[in-house]
């Protein structure tokens, strides 16, 4: 099978617009090299050995990436285990997410961190998308808005508490939910 491919009778979804009857030129580093109109695909001049696909009007469009996703098909960041969250990246793939971050609940801090240490052992594993690094919600959060987080999980700011959480994501953690207005967070 060639690297080359050339999607047919496609709907192109952009940034910008929707493009229906569309084809799609997919180059020897899997980018995008052209969109074009399905007229112009016989002017086209490709290597004799790109694949050609007819999608038969299908959408064609840039994968979806999900910045807080804490579980999907029943495995979950609070299972604290690697295969989950491989499990979830597979998963994922299939509604055509292609990077995610997986988010942690607020819990005790052991659980926290087991939880952060499986996804950063995670990561650079996945066979669908791609970990994009650890989303933390919490612990410094306030109990006056905890809402479905574990109340048990929620701390004073900590700035021990923080780099225990710092460590266990190696420079993963993307994103970390706080009470900007708890004392000591600012």
């Not at 617009?17 to 016989?42: P, Q, S, T």
């Not at 953690?173 to 004392?183: D, F, Q, S, Y």
Request: aromatic letters at 6%; hydrophobic letters at 40%.
């Amino acid at each position: 099978m060639s690297l080359r491919t050339v999607l047919t009778n496609a709907t192109v979804v952009t940034g910008y617009a929707k493009l229906d009857d569309c084809a799609l030129y997919i180059d020897e580093k899997g980018e995008i090299g052209d969109i074009f109109n399905m007229r112009r695909l016989a002017s086209k001049n490709f290597p004799p050995d790109t694949l050609i696909i007819d999608v038969d009007g299908a959408f064609v469009m840039p994968g979806f990436i999900d910045s807080h996703l804490h579980g999907i098909g029943g495995w979950g960041t609070e299972d604290r285990e690697v295969s989950s969250i491989l499990n979830m990246s597979e998963r994922l793939a299939d509604f055509g997410v292609t990077a995610f971050m997986p988010t942690v609940y607020t819990d005790v801090l052991e659980k926290m961190l087991e939880s952060t240490r499986a996804i950063v052992s995670a990561m650079g594993k996945e066979k669908g998308a791609k970990i994009m690094g650890v989303n933390l919600e919490g612990p410094f959060i306030s109990m006056e808005r905890v809402g479905a987080q574990n109340p048990e999980g929620v701390r004073k700011v900590d700035l021990k508490v923080f780099e225990q959480l710092i460590e266990a994501g190696k420079g993963k953690i993307l994103c970390m939910t706080v009470a900007p207005e708890l004392k000591g967070m600012r």
